[in-house]
């Protein structure tokens, strides 16, 4: 039976209404419904074509992920080569690219170029004919590439559609495919939980995920994109970058809002030195800034050497990796018990810190990359991580290097180290036996994400711990000034200072207790959402393992590790000793989802925070039902603003869009 028209305009109008909410969401960073609204409609779009499946097309934004993983990867002839770029390191490779470019020209007035940060992930060329997705290649030999479309067709920032009246009947679409830091941390996390391989960086987990066969995997992946270039077009988009940077966003395709035209060297000087400052506060990697001459008439005179062309530069910031020998290897205990291999470097100075340990991660990272202690390593330093050891340099391996064996017992309470069927990690069977594991928890109980215990620091806590003085959180609350004031480095007045903390940090809210108990893969955001669902402690503690999976983002392992803190004799005492010794908390209005108290609320956020990551802030708020945009629009409800602001603290002001420290921040996220 024919599907009758009204039932037709219904599907066409939902498309329009989903591809339109995409547009607002990616390209404006502007979205004007809640993403469960979004749901909503795509649910309605899929039902809809469920009953009707002669309705359905691939360009529907229902059909994102193909039925069938593909059998490999079909070569892609480029009918416009896809150029790379070449580089410059420094102030005086970037004049001179500068120089050289006008000498060609004769020009000797000040060149327009387009400024564009540099991102470390895979370039990508997008075919739409008539305005629809037919086709996506990885860049390959620049000739040559490996068609991916199966699995690009599953980024959403990827419109399947074209939007505008204006569509050309063919366009070649070409940007870099990445994921961000928040996106490859949490990929990694996950990986490390069902016991996979860890990926090295964003740029490799953004490479494997775009090559796998099955689309549901890379559907899994959180990948985007920035377009950035032109390939085959049926018709003059644009007279320069900066027009095909509007163009591309007209038409529905992601830009980066960080890009812009600058006018001469100084100007291209200046653009690289505020890049280089927001750095570490963007939320992808990148590794440079590109400078490209604006006019594409210009572009066209200059041409190419090689497969560079010659008005496009990449000047790269300074490597953030370095080369190092590595000393010894040791394993520290973190607060689960986890054995984690350190590598003791002979100090080395990257990226302007000096470095003298790095991480390995764990026994199967240390064994993929063969590290021996006396080995030539590349170590790596990126934002506000820890370094990394990243590889070694195998040429230049020395006869007596020594392999690196786990230990069969615990370095710090001698107990046994075990390790599951598995499981990357190996931990301590030591519990709160092994006083690493106890310095971790007490560290954890006392942070200021949890009790906030004011003054008690690294260093006292080793010395109670070692003095034997606590054992567990609840002693804590039996110290006082007179025993504090014994220890190395206390005066009379700090330890009074210290017992009034730790008396004022009693006062405090479920969600915080609950994540300061230490409970593994109990971090704040599940903390908060125990907290909501069952309102207050005792439930929690008697809940049975299908009724903590109840509560959302509780899967089955996170609802075992809380049914089973609550089942050892031992946590149940801390708890009573907690309780008694006056730890409180007000009652939790149950009608207030936490998953909602920040429903419709759209934060942007600039600067360092100083007490919280930015993907910690992220998650707080994502937790509370809000969302974090990259750029502030007059529909962003807050910007929340650290330590050296970028230009969106201005455009906040002048938005009149409410600006929040970091104090005012917290203040709201405790609130729930
Ligand atoms: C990156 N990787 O961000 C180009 N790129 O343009 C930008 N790469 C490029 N442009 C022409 N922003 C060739 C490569």
């Known amino acids: 039976m024919a599907t009758s028209s009204n039932i037709r305009n219904k599907v066409q109008s939902l498309r329009d209404a989903l591809n339109q909410h995409n547009y607002r969401y990616y390209v404006l960073d502007d979205p004007d419904i809640p993403d469960a609204e979004y749901d909503r409609l795509m649910r309605e779009l899929e039902e809809l074509e469920k009953a009707h499946p002669d309705l359905v097309v691939p360009e529907s934004p229902t059909q994102r992920v193909g039925a069938e993983p593909v ?3 079909r070569e892609v002839k480029h009918s416009v080569p896809m150029l790379s770029l070449a580089n410059a390191f420094g102030a005086d490779e970037l004049s001179d690219f500068d120089k050289r470019v006008r000498e060609r020209l004769s020009f000797s007035g000040q ?64 940007g870099e495919v990445f994921m961000d830091k928040a996106g490859f941390k949490a990929l990694n996390n996950s990986m490390s939980e069902s016991g996979g391989k860890q990926f090295m960086n964003p740029r490799n987990a953004a490479a494997g995920s775009l090559r796998q066969l099955d689309p549901r995997l890379t559907a899994e992946r959180p990948l985007a994109i920035y377009f950035y270039a032109l390939g085959e077009c049926s018709e003059s988009l644009a007279k320069t970058q900066e027009e095909l940077n509007k163009a591309f966003r007209t038409l529905g395709l992601r830009v980066n809002p960080a890009a812009r035209r600058v006018t001469g060297v100084s100007e291209c000087s200046a653009f690289y030195d505020e890049i280089a400052e927001r750095r570490e506060s963007l939320a992808y990697e990148i590794d440079g800034v590109v400078f490209k001459v604006n006019d594409f008439e210009l572009q066209k005179k200059l041409g190419f050497v090689s497969r560079a062309p010659r008005w496009a530069i ?23 018990g986890a054995l984690t291999p350190v590598a003791r470097l002979e100090p080395v100075v990257v990226g302007g810190v000096t470095v003298s340990n790095a991480t390995l991660h764990n026994m199967d990272e240390l064994k993929r990359k063969d590290v021996r202690i006396g080995d030539l390593v590349v170590i790596r330093r990126a934002g506000d991580v820890i370094p990394e050891v990243v590889s070694v340099v195998k040429t230049k391996r020395r006869k007596n290097v020594k392999k690196v064996q786990l230990p069969a017992r ?9 390790r599951m069927d598995g499981e990357a990690v190996a931990r301590c069977a030591g519990g709160l036996y092994c006083k690493a594991q106890r310095k971790q928890a007490l ?25 034997e003085l606590v054992e567990n959180p609840a002693d804590l609350y039996a110290l006082n000034a007179e025993t504090l004031a014994d220890l190395d480095r206390m005066a009379a007045k700090s330890a009074q200072n210290l017992v009034a903390s730790m008396d004022k940090s009693k006062q405090t809210t ?15 955001a599940t903390a908060l959402a125990l907290a909501m669902h069952f309102g207050d402690l005792d439930p929690i503690m008697q809940a049975a393992t299908d009724e903590l999976e109840k509560v959302p983002d509780v899967g089955p392992v996170v609802a075992r590790h809380v049914h089973q803190f609550f089942a050892e004799q031992h946590n149940l005492e801390v708890v009573a000793k907690l309780l008694k010794a006056g730890v409180t908390w007000p009652e939790i209005a149950k009608t207030v989802s936490a998953a ?51 230009s969106k603290l201005e455009r906040a002001r002048n938005l009149g869009v409410p600006v929040l420290d970091e104090k005012a921040f917290e203040d709201l996220i405790q609130r729930f």
């Open 71 to 73: 059998k490999g990867f």
């Open 111 to 174: 060149l327009d170029y387009f400024a564009e940060p540099k991102l470390d992930g895979l370039a990508i060329s997008l075919r739409y004919e008539k305005g629809t997705l037919v086709q996506a290649a990885t860049r390959g030999d620049g000739s040559r590439g490996e068609d991916v479309t199966h699995n690009v067709r599953t980024i959403s920032s990827v419109p399947l559609k074209l939007q505008g009246s204006r569509v050309p009947d063919l366009l070649e679409a070409r």
């Open 314 to 336: 990449a000047a790269k910031f300074p490597a953030h990796e370095e080369m190092t020998r590595v000393r010894d290897v040791e394993f520290q205990v973190g607060r689960t």
């Open 410 to 418: 615990c370095p710090v309470c001698d107990s046994e180290v075990v």
């Open 443 to 467: 560290k954890h109980f006392a942070s200021r994400r949890a009790m906030d215990i004011d003054g008690l620091g690294e260093k006292l806590i080793e010395q109670l711990v070692d003095r």
């Open 510 to 524: 479920l969600p915080r207790f609950l994540f300061g108990l230490g409970i593994r893969e109990v971090g704040e």
């Open 596 to 646: 909602t108290a920040l429903q419709g609320k759209s934060f942007v956020l600039t600067g360092a925070l100083a007490n919280m990551s930015r993907d910690d802030a992220k998650a707080a708020i994502q937790g509370l039902g809000g969302k974090v945009t990259g750029s502030v629009s007059a529909k962003t409800s807050y910007l929340v603003c650290g330590d050296k602001p970028g």
